[in-house]
C-alpha cells in the first residue's frame, strides 16, 4: 500500500488550492508510521465495517484498508475533499476501491440510516472542536457501533477517560461512561500533523456497554449530569436547586436515590447520575438538545 507521505499531502493539497479551516477542525495526518500505529490499534477483522469520520486527504483511510477493514464508511463534511477521496483511493490501491463508500456528510447530524453499511467499529481523527460532541452523536445514533479508537486533543481525552473523583471528571467523562467504558490508548505528537496543531493529541479506545439500568431515559440522565457540572464548586443541594425547582427538592431526591446532597458533581459515578434522575416524580420531558 501506498500510504501518503508528507510531500503527497502537500501535492494534493496544493492541486485542491486547500486551505485547513479551523472552523471544520481540519489538521491532516502527515506521517505514515502514525496512521499504521492507529490502524494497528484499532485491531480491525474481515468482518469489520469501519467508520472514519473526517478522512480528510485520506491518510489514515489507506492504513485502514491496509490493516484489513472489510468495509470502510468514511464522512466528510467538506464537499471538495469528498469527492477527491475516492479517486485518491483508486490511484492507490484501486484492488480495495470497492471496499470503501464515501458519505457528504456532517457526522453530527447522520444517522444509521444515513450509511450506506451498518459499522461496528469507529476509527478516527476527530475534529478537535467538535470531538466530544461528534463521539456522542454517533454512540447515540449508530446503534451498530461496538468498540472504537479516535484521536482527539489530548486534554479532551483525560476527560473522556477519567473517573469520579478526578480533577478532570466531568460531564464528558459521565455521558461517555453511559455509552461505553473508555481507556486512553497513547500518545500522538503534534509534529505529524499538517498543519501543526498548538496542542498534542491522544488515542481513546472505547467499548460499547449496557447503561445503567434505570427507570429514566438518556436525556433525563444527561439534564441532570449538566446541571451538576454547571456549578462545579457548588454541592450538589445548591447545583441541582434549578433543576428540581428548590434547593429543598434537590435535598430530597438526593437523599431518596441515597447521595449524600453534601456532595459535589465529579464525586458521582454514571450509575449514581442514573439513579438520581429515576427519583425525580413525573419529570417533564427533556427538551430536545445537541449531545
Keep these: 500500500m501506498r500510504l501518503l507521505t508528507p510531500a503527497d499531502v502537500r501535492e494534493l493539497a496544493g492541486r485542491l488550492a486547500l486551505r485547513p479551516t479551523k472552523r471544520l477542525g481540519q489538521n491532516f495526518v502527515i ?9 494497528a490499534l484499532a485491531g480491525l477483522r474481515p468482518e469489520d465495517v469501519a467508520l472514519e469520520v473526517g478522512p480528510g486527504l485520506g491518510s489514515l483511510t489507506l492504513a485502514l484498508l491496509e490493516a ?16 477527491e477521496l475516492p479517486r485518491t483511493i483508486a490511484a492507490r490501491a484501486p484492488h480495495l476501491a470497492a471496499r470503501v463508500s464515501v458519505v457528504a456528510a456532517d457526522a453530527l447530524r447522520v444517522t444509521g440510516a444515513d450509511l450506506p453499511a451498518a459499522p461496528s467499529v469507529l476509527v478516527a481523527n476527530l475534529p478537535y472542536n467538535v470531538a466530544v460532541p461528534v463521539l456522542l452523536h454517533l454512540l447515540a445514533a449508530v446503534g451498530s457501533l461496538r468498540r472504537g ?9 483525560e476527560r473522556m477517560c477519567a473517573g469520579p473523583g478526578s480533577r478532570v471528571y466531568g460531564a464528558p467523562s459521565v455521558k461517555l461512561a453511559w455509552f ?3 481507556r486512553l490508548a497513547g500518545p500522538v505528537p503534534r509534529t505529524v500533523f499538517w498543519p501543526v496543531p498548538n496542542v498534542d493529541s491522544r488515542l481513546v479506545a472505547f467499548t460499547r456497554r449496557d447503561p445503567p439500568a434505570t427507570t429514566a431515559s438518556r436525556e433525563e440522565v444527561f439534564a441532570v449530569i449538566e446541571a451538576a457540572f454547571r456549578q462545579r464548586r457548588k ?3 445548591a447545583a441541582l436547586a434549578g433543576w428540581a425547582g428548590s434547593a429543598p427538592e434537590a435535598e430530597r431526591l438526593l437523599r431518596a436515590a441515597g447521595i ?15 439513579r438520581l434522575a429515576a427519583a425525580r416524580p413525573s419529570a417533564p420531558p427533556a427538551a430536545p438538545r445537541t449531545i
Design 235 to 237: 454541592t450538589l443541594r
Design 260 to 274: 449524600d446532597p453534601g456532595a459535589r458533581g465529579e464525586s458521582l459515578s454514571i450509575a449514581e447520575f442514573a
Design 180 to 182: 461505553a467504558a473508555a
Design 149 to 157: 479508537l479516535v484521536m482527539v486533543q489530548a486534554e479532551v481525552a
Design 68 to 83: 484489513g477493514a472489510g468495509r470502510l464508511v468514511a464522512i466528510e463534511i467538506d464537499p471538495v475533499l469528498a469527492a
Design 31 to 39: 506521517e505514515p508510521g502514525t496512521v499504521r500505529r492507529i490502524a
